[in-house]
């Protein structure tokens, strides 16, 4: 059996490129590279990815070339880049949560968050475990995987850089939240007419309670509501990946 020395520098082209978008994508994108999921099975999940999508990547590119390194970079910047507009869905979740908080002053309430390595409020992280959840139940993770193996058709290795239009998915926070954040907003406004009316009373020790329980209520009564938001965040970020990629 002959082995040809081009078809070996060719294979592993195919794989490299496939390893660097691939490798991007995981460094960045939820679920695929968050820090609770082990680093082992973060690493092998890289690797079968780019075994199974390499045969989309083939190029003639050399790779101890300036060519070959450019576009090595680039393939990382696009598989980041793809990732980066998927985790601002989750972002924009977790800041939904975090108004939620503030809105019903458990702001202060706070817990170590594995992901980042720091803490944030306990109704963000709940949002964003909420919204994982509702991420694998809706296939969402075969559907990046299959436009993942489309942008190496629409944009295969050594063509130009992406581009991108703006990202405004942050909008949806505030439609995450918005239905707990009027509900409190008007238990508030209704404390703001009973301190007119009763000065003396000490709103901390009542309103507090208070406006913990309806916001409990308010929270609860509002969740039905998250998955049609969640939706609609994902249909427009998979509308944005897709320009990204030129698909």
Request: some cysteine.
């Amino acid at each position: 059996m002959n082995v040809d020395l081009a078809d070996i520098q060719h294979l592993l082209g195919s794989l490299l490129w496939s390893m660097g978008r691939v490798g991007g994508l995981c460094l960045v994108a939820p679920v695929f590279g968050d820090k609770v999921v082990p680093q082992r099975i973060r690493l092998s999940v890289m690797l079968i990815l780019a075994f199974v999508l390499a045969p989309l990547a083939p190029t003639s590119i050399d790779l101890m070339s300036a060519d070959g390194v450019a576009t090595m970079v680039s393939q990382i910047l696009i598989g980041a880049a793809v990732g980066f507009v998927l985790k601002l869905i989750f972002e924009a979740v977790s800041l939904g949560g975090q108004l939620v908080g503030q809105s019903m002053s458990l702001g202060f309430a706070e817990t170590v968050d594995p992901r980042g390595g720091g803490s944030s409020p306990v109704l963000s992280q709940f949002y964003l475990l909420t919204v994982t959840l509702l991420f694998l139940a809706m296939d969402g993770h075969l559907h990046l995987i299959a436009l993942l193996a489309d942008s190496f058709h629409s944009l295969p290795p050594g063509q130009s850089a992406i581009d991108a239009n703006g990202l405004h998915l942050f909008g949806g926070a505030v439609r995450v939240a918005l239905p707990a954040m009027t509900s409190l907003l008007m238990v508030n406004i209704g404390f703001a007419a009973i301190s007119r009316a009763a000065p003396s009373m000490n709103l901390f020790a009542v309103g507090f309670p208070i406006t913990v329980t309806l916001g409990f209520v308010a929270l609860w009564l509002s969740l039905r509501s998250v998955p049609g938001a969640f939706d609609s965040l994902q249909n427009s970020a998979w509308s944005l990946m897709h320009e990204l990629v030129g698909g």
